[in-house]
């Protein structure tokens, strides 16, 4: 922050939108400073009637913090926040709190307290009309813009309505007397999410609004979503929601204070990110071209003043009759191809970072002793477990896992999904049963959460010291997929937010060359973009894959691949 606005403090106002038309939600250069942390620099975002704005990003660049200041929860340091809606502004946190005391009752009176309101304005106009007391055309404008009103919002089936909400949302087995202090975290934000369709507020800002949502709840959301009509703010990794539901997508990166906006939907978003990936492409291509090409230029002007950079006595008139103009001509030429060499690396165009892809483990100088194994075994199986069982989770599960096989496992979250996979990367023994694998396997295993608890080194010490590599060709490495920037590599690890631990892990598992994939929730904490080239490149990955994944995307791209591990064994969903 510069000294000149150190002393400048932001603000947010309601502004009763008078023309429903103008109602709109605005953050104005909001600056944020959470502990010792910036999370939002200058960032300008605005959501207009009827339009609903996907907003996305890798964690820790700002979401949910920007969605906060706007709803009115977090003051900020600099800049303005407007919220212009006729009405309340209904906002949902990833963790959302009730007052003390509150029941699931008590919740839901609340979220439906505007109906009783208007019912009660109805019968007093009723009252008013029977009297005779009042100006009777008056009256009855008023009264029939109540009931449009209260018949638009469901006001006449309002007891069927919260009925149906409850279950769809899985509350509707729940006691309604049950204070929301017992209910799970899932229940609580559910709870509030049933609230705000109840309520129906004249604008919402919602943050990962599908995290604790079944598909039943999704595919009953989005349709709700798509229907409204006030300026509506997302944050989600929900690709189905951003596909179907929003209007235009807005990438955040809060500390540096970039906010780009794409038009469209979820798969307008990816055309876009591919058009411009391919403009970089282009761009650094002809860089290059006109790089060389000035080198030539330099090195022919440099040769042609060689040419005549000397002359004997004898050969003075000579010289200067005609040396010394070509001389000159060669200066000026070297002069000019400087200039265009010294700018052309002024404006330098950096290569674009590769796609996502795992390098085949016969390129690598150790060898494929995996693969050779397999063939000898005449199977082809690379790994095997039999009967598995561990503690009450597991039972009886057997698997084979083949080149080319994939196998994208679903199930309740506590129902043992990690804990298969960590059995199968022998990170944990198990109960009962084998586990098998061909001498030399390489498994390429990514945890669902990171663990680098306690470290204290750079983001380039660590890596090197994780793959025993020179720190030079670490470099390489973690630069090659634009997973991190050289100017990143200082950064302390213990420093790092949930999606730069989360690339970390990435960069690791790729640079293994594995033969074999366990992947725990792989799009957690990444950004859409690095999503989309995390798939591909499983995709085009040759060896097994088994992932266990509740993002929705992914299980309907791999619909024929599902299994569901239930009451601790694996089937086929029916």
Known sequence: MSDTNAGRTGGAQDILSGDHRSAHLLAENVHCVLGDRLVLRDVSLKVSRGERVGLIGENGRGKSTLLRAIAGELPVQRGQVVRAVAGQVGFLPQEPGFPAGATIETVLARATAEFGEMAERMRAAEELMSSGTEDLS?????????????????????????????????????????????????????????????????????????????????????????????????????????????????????????????GGGYRDYLDERAAARARWWQQYRD??????????????????????????????????????????AAARATRAARQQLGRLLDEEVLRPPEPLAFRPPEDDPEGDPAGESAERTGDGVLLRAAALAVGDVLRDVDLELAPGSRHVITGPNGSGKSTLLSALAGLRTPDGGVVTGEPGLRIGYLPQESDFSGERRGVLETFAAHRAAYVDDAARELTRFGLFASADFDVPVNRLSVGQLRRLELALLFSRRPNLLLLDEPTN??????????????????????????????????????????????????
């Not at 279950?167 to 729940?174: P, W």
């Open 525 to 574: 904490h990444l950004s859409l973009d690095l999503v989309e080239q995390l798939q591909d490149a499983v995709e085009q990955f040759t060896g097994p894959v088994v992932m266990v994944t509740h993002d929705r995307a992914l299980r309907e791209r791999h619909r024929d691949s599902l299994l569901e591990l239930v009451e601790g064994r694996l089937t086929r969903p029916v």
């Open 138 to 262: 008056e009256v009855l404008g008023e009264y029939g813009r109540l009931q449009d009103e209260f018949a638009r919002r469901g006001g006449w089936e309002l007891d069927a309505r919260v009925g149906e909400v409850l279950d769809v949302f899985g509350l509707g087995n729940l006691d309604r007397l049950r204070l929301t202090a017992t209910l799970s975290g899932g229940e609580r934000s559910r709870l509030a999410l049933a609230a705000l369709v109840l309520t129906e507020p004249a604008g919402l800002l919602l943050d990962e609004p599908t995290n604790h949502l079944d598909d039943r709840a999704v595919d009953w959301l989005i349709p709700w979503l798509a229907r409204y009509q006030g300026p509506c703010l997302i944050a989600s990794h929900d690709r189905v929601l951003l596909d179907k539901a929003v209007t235009a997508i807005v990438d955040l990166d809060g500390s540096r204070g970039t906010t780009v906006r794409y």
């Open 287 to 328: 860089w290059r071209q006109e790089l060389v090409e000035a080198r030539r230029r330099l090195d022919r002007a440099a040769r042609s003043g060689r040419t005549f950079g000397g002359r004997q006595d004898s050969d003075k008139l000579s010289y200067d009759l005609a040396g010394g103009g070509a001389q000159a």
